[in-house]
């Protein structure tokens, strides 16, 4: 009995163990085994705390954490099946194991899995993860901002200081006014020049709009009017830009009262490092680059470009809308003063001449009335015109400024960044190439020492352009966003259009309605028939 006691109880503990292993949860995949380690379960719910499935970019970033090459992470990301939309639980276990592998030196593959027979799953270290919980991550590479809470940022005017100065050379001069700040100075064109060059070498990955020609010999009031409008359009999306919007740079042009501007303040920034060099973000730029960045990159642009070209269409639209506005204006005003100018025609009206009709006398005096119908209608025209530039076709100009400045910014990305990059790639590959040769040919072991230790300070100028590069990438993706929250003004614009023609033909209809029964008071022709359709022109009256 004894012995048959000692056996009951070595399978009671064996079925114990038997039952503990099936409680413990498995992969769901087929074609491996082993235990989920609690840490799996614990990154689980770190990066996905409300979900079944982890987001992609969660799970590169999560990659990247390892520390592993590129090339192995590129590998298990072609292992785990990440082209089904968001990963699975068990294909971030999958994943999770994989990097542990490749932490132990081993190649990742599918063979790992097939043919892993331990009772736990390696784990793997990925340091501190409390930086990918979706919440932070998400505010990391989404703006989250609307078009109206942009236009909250701040409110710039620019406008012309009445008098000129100068003693020889006459030059404009700008009051440019931040409601922001609650500051008024005055500004010359080439202090904006010098703003621009100095947010291009603080901000060379972000949105930076063109500035309007400077033009010096023959600049007309018409040409220093669209360069001032332009100066204000530049300057806003400037001051409501989200990461411009903080920098000292824009606080002192919008503040600083003293003289000298373009001088003085290229002198205190011209040594200021750009945002890359000084951004918290730079050191994991590639933790906040999701791995379909390059595709998405390439999408939107290529439908930036067709906005761009529509944008472009409707404006040119808009100004011969505003054109025709502005020459029915004029075409008024000159029927009108057409009719003065025969009101006031000298001649008198001889028997000889009129065989005693005085219709033409008669008509004079109605001519003197009715010319002032025609000045008013005159006059709501042009002020119809002016509602076209200033409510349609300057915002659209808005719009058009800030889609050529991303075009200009995916430029910069690609001959800037990309360049350095490539280059800094190539000179490595000399370096180790010289390396091998001189390895083979017997070179002295003070000559390989000395072009492994230069090779070794590429490798980190490398790492830094590769840092630099993803930190391009990741500003183009909340630029992107920029753009389009910037979209929002297009509808706006339509809307605006719609209300700006309903008001503009409503008011020249009322005048055409007053001028109808002065036009039949004053010109002595109620008795006439139209000869066209054989009608009095009054009839209706």
Not at 97 to 116: C, D, H, I, R, T
């Amino acid at each position: 009995m004894h012995l048959l006691q000692k056996f009951h109880l070595w399978l009671s503990i064996q079925a114990s163990k038997i039952l503990q292993l099936q409680k413990q949860p498995r992969i769901a995949k087929t074609d491996w085994a082993g235990s989920v380690p609690p840490y799996y379960r614990e990154v689980f719910n770190i990066i996905s705390p409300s979900s079944s499935n982890v987001s992609k970019e969660l799970f590169t970033k999560l990659l990247v954490k390892s520390g592993l090459p590129s090339q192995t992470l590129s590998l298990i990301w072609e292992l785990v099946d990440t082209k089904q939309g968001p990963l699975s639980r068990s294909s971030l276990y999958k994943g999770l194991a994989l990097v542990a592998w490749a932490q132990q030196g081993k190649q990742p593959s599918s063979k790992l899995l097939e043919n892993f027979s331990g009772e736990e799953l390696p784990r793997p270290d990925l340091g501190d993860l409390s930086d990918l919980s979706p919440a932070v991550t998400t505010s990391l590479t989404q703006i989250g901002l609307r078009y109206p809470d942009i236009c909250q940022m701040d409110t710039i005017e620019v406008d012309l200081v009445p008098e000129k100065k100068g003693l020889f050379l006459k030059h404009v001069e700008y009051q440019v006014c931040s409601k922001r700040f609650g500051s008024l100075v005055r500004r010359r064109y080439n202090d904006f020049v010098a703003l621009h060059e100095l947010l291009l070498g603080r901000f060379p990955y972000r949105l930076i709009p063109k500035l309007p020609p400077k033009k010096m010999v023959g600049a007309d009031s018409h040409f220093i009017e669209e360069r001032r409008k332009s100066l204000r359009r530049w300057l806003t999306l400037v001051a409501r830009h989200p990461a411009l919007s903080g920098d000292p740079l824009l606080s002192f042009f919008l503040t600083y009262s003293g003289g000298d501007v373009q001088h003085k303040i290229r002198e205190i920034f011209r040594r200021v490092p750009d945002e890359f060099t000084t951004s918290e973000l730079a050191a994991r730029a590639k933790e906040l680059v999701p791995p379909e960045t390059h595709s998405e990159f390439a999408n939107s642009r290529d439908q930036i470009r067709i906005i761009l070209n529509g944008i472009s269409r409707l404006k040119q639209i808009a100004d011969v809308l505003a054109l025709r506005s502005h020459g029915y204006a004029a075409d008024m005003a000159e029927l009108g003063s057409q009719l003065t100018s025969l009101a006031n025609e000298p001649h008198g009206s001889s028997n000889w001449a009129t065989g005693g009709n005085s219709v033409w006398a008669d008509m004079k005096k109605g001519f003197h009335i009715i010319s002032k119908e025609f000045g008013l209608l005159s006059s709501k025209a042009m002020q119809q015109a002016i509602r076209e530039e200033d409510e349609v076709c300057e915002r659209l100009n808005l719009l058009l400024d800030i889609l050529v400045a991303h075009r200009e910014l995916c430029e910069r990305h690609e001959k800037g960044v990309a360049q350095d990059h490539n280059k800094a790639l190539a000179k490595m590959l000399s370096l180790k190439k010289r390396q091998m040769q001189g390895v083979i040919r017997g070179t002295d072991a003070e000559s390989v020492e000395q072009l492994e230790t230069k090779m070794m300070e590429q490798e980190s100028v490398i790492a830094n352009v590769e840092l630099r590069n993803a930190f391009s990438l990741h500003c183009l993706h909340l630029e992107t966003q920029l753009v389009h929250a910037h979209l929002e003004i297009l509808a706006a614009v339509l809307g605006t259009l719609v209300a700006v023609q309903i008001r503009g033909h409503s008011e020249m209809a009322d005048v055409w309605q007053l001028i109808q029964p002065t036009v039949a008071k004053c010109l002595p022709d109620k008795n006439l028939q139209d000869p066209v359709n054989g009608t009095s022109p009054h009839a209706d009256k």
